[in-house]
């Protein structure tokens, strides 16, 4: 496997998007008042966040591509896009059928939105693998609170979908890293980790009734969290990875 498979990313996410999944059809589809006022504010707040035009990332990823010579990956962007705004969308049409109010603003929002138009590609990819590795646990929490068929299949499809992301978006990421000195490639992970870890707390006090619901405590979500970006993004996952453009293979640890 070379350094990052922009071919193969680019059928899946061309696959997606004409297949797209919605799930299986015929689920009951009923919400108990205290489901709704448990989750509500909480599913409101993520939908806002998943609901965004791209523009800053799609910028970001044509001026990369452009003096990378990698045409395939402003696609590839693209479509990772597209795919986010059908999960903006699928949460709605849900949110609207049960009546659960749709936000317009969420100072969590716009700081993310803030911070992702800050520089480039690899630091806009580090804010959005971040909220998408957060995501995973979030939806894998809410799943577990209850019992509407409807809502637990969507959020498994969008786990789903967030995990290929992920894949995409820590390849790139282990790449771009690869490209700088071994002396800092330890430092860049640590300072990704640091960010996730602050992230994470801020969700888990805007999200703690939810989380709590599913088991979860201020620690073992964090730890939760990181897990999954060690388990993405660490330096110990990785032997040699290789950089952008070049043809050695990345090797996982056995």
Same mark, same amino acid.
């Given at each position: ?26 689920? =009951? ?70 009546? #659960? ?6 100072? =969590? ?24 590795? #957060? ?42 890293? !690869? ?17 996730? =870890?602050?992230? !994470? ?39 040699? !990875? ?13």
């Amino acid at each position: 496997m070379s350094a990052v498979d922009f071919d193969i990313w680019l059928n899946h996410f061309e696959h997606h998007d004409q297949h797209p999944n919605a799930g299986p059809a015929g689920l =009951t589809d009923v919400l108990r008042p205290h489901e709704h006022r448990l989750i509500a504010g909480s599913v409101a707040t993520f939908q806002l966040g998943e609901d965004s035009d791209g523009r800053a990332l799609m910028q970001a990823a044509q001026h990369f591509a452009g003096a990378r010579r990698i045409p395939a990956l402003a696609r590839i962007v693209e479509l990772l896009i597209r795919e986010e705004r059908r999960h903006a969308a699928m949460l709605g049409v849900f949110m609207d059928d049960h009546h #659960i109010v749709r936000k317009r603003g969420d100072w =969590t929002d716009r700081v993310f939105r803030l911070l992702r138009r800050l520089a480039g590609l690899e630091l806009y990819l580090h804010v959005l693998v971040s909220a998408e590795l #957060i995501g995973i646990v979030y939806y894998r929490a809410l799943e577990s609170v209850t019992n509407c068929q409807r809502l637990r299949a969507l959020c498994r499809v969008l786990v789903a979908d967030e995990l290929a992301h992920v894949g995409f978006e820590s390849q790139l990421l282990l790449a771009l890293r !690869a490209d700088r000195t071994p002396a800092l490639q330890t430092p860049m992970y640590l300072a990704h980790r640091a960010f996730l =870890t602050g992230t !994470a707390l801020v969700v888990w006090m805007t999200h703690r009734p939810v989380l709590r619901r599913a088991g979860y405590g201020a620690r073992s979500f964090l730890r939760a969290c990181r897990w999954q970006c060690t388990f993405h993004l660490g330096p110990l996952n990785v032997r040699r !990875a290789a950089p952008l453009g070049s043809t050695p293979r990345v090797e996982l640890l056995k």
